[in-house]
């Protein structure tokens, strides 16, 4: 997971890659205020990122809670096969999504993923963006919570050493207690604060409990537990629409283009080459890292495996026990990254919609700091609380997700390439037509996957009731 070290009113001239691991609270910031353009950067940087650190940075930018819900897309999709299809025809347009992005922030010269969009589609599609990011962040601090409820019960069934009955017979471990308890005392008062530099120093861990699931669950599928049954493994979707449920998933997965703006612009050489090898090769490495849980956590248990498939194991198992306890940090320390970043946006909007300056008045942004967060935590809390897993949360946003992939990128090729004046060639046409279908494709994705989300989540739960 991702850290910052910097505040919410920072100037856009402090908006400096650190080099630390931890690059998401930054790269998502939202700037408070309108500001003149940037001065045009040189193709080469000095103490720049370099292109290996480039492709760490994005690679830590995409891995996260979202590779839970690997094994369940993989079932819903209809197989192994269907699902590895529809993640590779996917790559294409997410590798290239990413090198649009870098090539509208050449052209536009901006800094980040709301500006570009803002600078090269207009402030209306800005403040869309920005309100994109901040009801993305919103829905992704839902799922960490419900996350934490998921995995304390097993943990606390694993330390107790009893059944989940007798576990849940206790109001003390009871699900809502626990992530209420975890929520207000350790979440709340590391999300308060106005900088997050302390983030920074849980980075490493995260990001070694994120593969640590990954080896886990692999090598629970080579050695299986005698106590685990695999269930019906499908070999072919039940029909040509059951590959869109893992649609979500994989959007959720793979979506770091929020962040790729800004470390595109840290790179020591802002070139559209180089960055397409890094963004190619990271995406490979999550490729392989999604894959490999999705498909071990898939065969492990067939259409037995639950949303979030560290629920699908015995809670004695040690090295499962160990992996919850990684999640649950990586996702205490993640989500006040995530709700600063959701506050961030929600500054800026405040402040342009009001035509103000960065505040200057220390008491006034307190004010309003402590009201934004804590309207935040506590609508996170009560909606985790009575959402029962992290699937229905991610078919949600999973589609969002589609549009960042997708339909902004696209927007930004079609008006990039509509605003030169140069001869219009096949390759031109050809650009604006590939940005026509990735608006196309990303519309229908998030529309489908939000209706169907939304028809099997309240439509069937009250017919169920």
Request: aromatic residues 10%; glycine residues 8%; proline residues 4%.
């Amino acid at each position: 997971m991702s850290r910052a070290d910097m505040a919410v009113n920072s100037e856009g001239g402090d908006w400096r890659l650190s080099d630390d691991a931890g690059e998401r609270a930054r790269l998502l910031q939202s700037p408070s205020v309108d500001r003149e353009a940037l001065p045009i950067q040189p193709e080469t940087c000095r103490g720049g990122t370099s292109a290996v650190a480039a492709v760490f940075i994005v690679v830590n930018a995409a891995l996260g809670a979202g590779l839970l819900n690997f094994p369940a897309s993989f079932n819903m999709a209809g197989g192994i096969s269907a699902g590895l299809i529809t993640q590779m025809i996917m790559m294409v347009f997410i590798i290239t999504g990413l090198v649009i992005l870098a090539y509208c922030s050449q052209v536009s010269n901006e800094g980040t993923y709301q500006e570009v969009v803002r600078a090269v589609c207009g402030r209306f599609m800005g403040v869309v963006c920005e309100v994109a990011i901040a009801v993305y962040t919103f829905g992704t601090c839902i799922a960490f919570l419900i996350i934490i409820g998921d995995q304390l019960d097993k943990l606390i069934g694993a330390i107790a050493k009893e059944s989940e009955a007798v576990v849940n017979a206790h109001w003390y471990t009871d699900r809502k207690f626990t992530i209420a308890m975890t929520a207000v005392l350790v979440i709340l008062p590391l999300s308060i604060p106005k900088e997050i530099g302390f983030q920074k120093y849980a980075s490493a861990l995260s990001v070694i409990g994120t593969w640590y699931v990954t080896i886990v669950v692999i090598v629970k599928y080579i050695w299986p537990d005698p106590e685990v049954t695999p269930g019906y493994i499908p070999t072919r979707p039940s029909d040509w629409t059951a590959v869109f449920n893992a649609m979500p998933t994989i959007c959720f997965g793979f979506q770091c283009h929020i962040s790729s703006v800004p470390v595109f612009n840290s790179m020591r050489r802002r070139d559209i080459k180089p960055w397409g090898g890094v963004v190619t090769v990271g995406m490979i490495i999550c490729l392989f890292v999604y894959t490999g849980t999705g498909v071990c956590g898939f065969l492990s248990f067939g259409s037995n495996v639950n949303q979030d498939v560290l629920m699908s194991y015995p809670s004695n198992d040690v090295a499962v026990a160990i992996a919850r306890a990684f999640i649950v940090i990586c996702v205490v320390t993640s989500y006040p990254i995530l709700h600063f970043c959701g506050r961030a946006v929600l500054e800026g909007l405040w402040l342009r919609f009001h035509g103000e300056q960065v505040e200057v008045d220390v008491a006034r942004e307190r004010r309003r700091r402590l009201l934004q967060t804590l309207v935040w935590f506590f609508l996170t809390l009560v909606l985790a609380l009575f959402i029962p897993d992290i699937g229905r949360v991610i078919s949600l946003i999973g589609g969002l997700a589609a549009c960042f992939i997708f339909v902004f990128p696209g927007l930004c090729l079609i008006q990039a390439k509509l605003s030169e004046t140069d001869a219009r060639s096949a390759s031109w046409n050809a650009l604006v037509v590939y940005g026509i279908v990735m608006v196309t494709l990303g519309a229908f994705i998030f529309g489908q996957t939000t209706t169907n989300s939304i028809y099997h989540d309240i439509i069937d739960h009250s017919d169920g009731s």
